[in-house]
């Protein structure tokens, strides 16, 4: 029987991303399935540089065709003299990125971008409009090299940095042809991990802001016209944190062991009318045993208070988190956040066994 190839498409969509051999399996049925197995094959390309050789062996002129239904390609490297020879990586890979037209994620790891990316930017042009996401984990790349590439592909709209170093070369900087927008996801050590005054010189106009590390008030001041969802993985309390200029956040989430004062002083320099959530994700269990919420009482309230004198008509979600919750009886209830649970929604949410609990009761 003939089956149209969307509804192929539709049928193995279900199979688990990561059961290759089913698809494997479906490409040998017949012609009509050979195709649609090949799109969902070909999706994601993983290579890294033990595979590289066989990798690009299997890729001949023949059959280059088939990377075009690439989404998503990874490059990891192993390290060590692999990172920095020129026969591995992407700059191996040009005579095959032209055929990547569709390419939407490029995910490296472990990789040596040399300052000569600047000059080559040409080899990225079949997915310069289609690229949208790109990852740089562990990566080693010039400045100059770093913002050209950025810079090139204007509907990229994700971009992650974790842990990479960056180097300072002679070349010059190019200007960003255009603001940086989307997602922002920066994990660091050390500032020259990431030279964070001199990203915030560029031109960035990021929505969403995710950061660990050290440098949250320099990068959130350059944002604060358009953040609107701000995620910080660990709070330091020697950070000096100010929200009283992002007026257009919607959504806060911190994840730190303790409240202390210097966070709660955060929350309170909160202004924008548009807030809807706030999250505090605590590695901790037992929130009624160790009542680490009790002091967000009076400060979460406080805020929903000046807010709405100030014209605020949202009803503010409060979402805790942690690996374990004992909350005990359903009569212990009454007492948690007795003051937050009269203004709006508490949702309290158990990682380790998945149970959600909320107030109201819906």
């Known amino acids: 029987m003939h089956l149209p190839e969307e509804l192929l498409d539709e049928i193995f969509s279900h199979l688990p991303s990561d059961d290759r051999q089913s ?9 009509s399935w050979l195709q649609p197995s090949r799109r969902l094959l070909f999706v994601r390309v993983v290579v890294d540089s033990i595979t590289y050789q066989s990798w690009l062996d299997n890729i001949s002129p023949t059959n280059t065709g088939l990377l075009r239904h690439v989404r998503s390609l990874t490059y990891h490297s192993t390290g060590g003299d692999q ?8 700059y191996a890979l040009r005579d095959y990125l032209p055929s990547f037209f569709q390419l939407q994620q490029l995910i490296l790891r472990l990789a040596v971008i040399k300052p000569t990316a600047y000059e080559h930017l040409e080899w990225f042009s079949a997915f310069q409009h289609t690229l949208s996401s790109l990852y740089l984990g562990r990566v080693s790349i010039t400045w100059s090299a770093f913002v050209a590439l ?10 992650s940095i974790f842990r990479t170093s960056f180097q300072v070369d002679d070349r010059p900087v190019p200007p960003l042809p255009h603001a940086l927008r989307g997602k922002l996801s920066i994990i660091s050590r050390g500032v020259m991990e990431c030279p964070v005054d001199r990203l915030v010189g560029l031109k960035m106009e990021y929505e969403e802001f995710w950061m660990r590390g050290r440098y949250e008030t320099r990068v959130i001041a350059a944002v604060e016209r358009t953040l609107k969802h701000l995620k910080i993985g660990q709070f330091y309390p020697e950070s000096t944190l100010s929200l009283s200029r992002c007026l257009e956040l919607r959504q806060l989430e911190i994840g730190s062991g303790l409240p202390h004062e210097e966070e709660r002083a ?6 924008s009318t548009n807030l809807r959530k706030l999250v505090f994700s605590r590695p901790q269990p037992n929130f009624m045993e160790d009542p680490c919420w009790t002091p967000f009482d009076d400060t979460i309230c406080g805020l929903v208070d000046r807010l709405q004198a100030s014209g605020y008509k949202y009803t503010l979600e409060l979402e805790l988190q942690a690996d374990s919750v004992e909350l005990g009886e359903e009569a212990h209830h009454k007492d948690f956040l007795p003051k937050f649970k009269e203004k709006g ?4 949410i158990d990682f380790a066994s998945g149970r959600v609990w909320e107030w109201p009761r819906k």
Request: positive net charge; contains cysteine.
């Open 345 to 348: 929604l508490v949702r309290i």
């Open 266 to 271: 955060f929350i309170s320099s909160i202004t």
């Open 83 to 90: 990172a920095t020879d020129s026969r591995y990586g992407v």
């Open 150 to 159: 950025v810079g090139y592909f204007p509907n990229l709209r994700d971009l």
């Open 23 to 31: 698809l494997q399996d479906c490409s040998l049925v017949s012609k």
